[in-house]
């Protein structure tokens, strides 16, 4: 199957700094990609979709100006937590598609905020 | 809203036991209905899916039926191996067009298959 690669795997951060996290489809053009949380033992919520070339579309409840992410090619999103707080530590997981392909997942990055 | 429930693990199997592994639907439509699996460090995998009632998705022994009637998408197995070892997470996507509409996920079951 198709291949995301999602970067970096774990990343740990102090308090008030920013976190961007990369998503990249390294086989296929991927005209939309979504981006998910995961809290311990619950299920992956949907945070936002994006379209190349366009603005996200941010789901209720999350916040468009500390989670910033920008779709610029068909081949890279990302992801930046800005001022982070502990309360924003989750594991984050991509996935991308292609027209009306199902959908591939990268690895996902685990965030912890200090 | 879409929301998907499946049962709560850790599920802990010996080698070639049979897995059952629930998972109930609530959608306003029609959904598509999809397993993925997530091996250790790895991301997520589509397993197997359907896309109407009564349509049997499999892959790697795995099975699930759409039951319409009952909402439900059940995991199955005759005979698990240690490497399937992983989380299956249930999912559901309203209408055909799935590759343009984002997934709605059960919470995921962790099964621990024991040699």
């Known amino acids: 199957g198709a291949v995301v690669s999602q970067h970096p795997s774990r990343v740990i951060c102090k308090s008030g700094t920013s976190v961007k996290i990369e998503c990249r489809s390294l086989?296929?053009?991927?005209?939309?990609m979504f981006w998910y949380r995961q809290f311990p033992k619950q299920s992956l919520m949907l945070m936002a979709t994006?379209?190349?070339?366009?603005?996200?579309?941010?789901e209720q409840g999350v916040e468009k100006d500390k989670f910033l992410i920008n779709h610029a090619s068909l081949t890279l999103s990302t992801l930046t937590v800005t001022s982070a707080h502990p309360e924003d530590s989750s594991f984050y997981i991509c996935?991308?598609?292609?027209?009306?392909?199902?959908?591939?997942f990268g690895q996902g990055t685990r965030l912890t905020v200090v | 809203g879409d929301s998907v429930t499946q049962m709560e693990g850790p599920v802990t199997l010996s080698e070639e036991a049979f897995l059952t592994i629930n998972c109930t639907y609530t959608?306003?439509?029609?959904?598509?209905l999809f397993w993925y699996v997530q091996y250790p460090g790895e991301g997520l995998q589509l397993l197997l899916k359907?896309?109407?009632?009564?349509d049997k998705g499999s892959n790697k022994g795995f099975e699930a039926t759409y039951r319409k009637e009952t909402t439900s998408f059940h995991l199955e197995k005759g005979s698990v191996q240690v490497s399937d070892s992983a989380v299956y997470f249930c999912?559901?996507?309203?209408?055909?067009?799935?590759?343009?509409?984002?997934?709605?996920f059960g919470s995921g079951t962790r099964l621990q298959v024991q040699p």
């Open positions: 996935s991308a598609t292609f027209m009306n392909t199902e959908a591939f």
């Open positions: 086989d296929f053009q991927a005209t939309t």
């Open positions: 994006s379209n190349e070339g366009s603005k996200a579309t941010y």
């Open positions: 959608a306003t439509g029609y959904p598509s």
């Open positions: 359907a896309t109407k009632a009564d």
């Open positions: 999912a559901l996507s309203e209408g055909a067009d799935t590759g343009r509409r984002a997934l709605t």
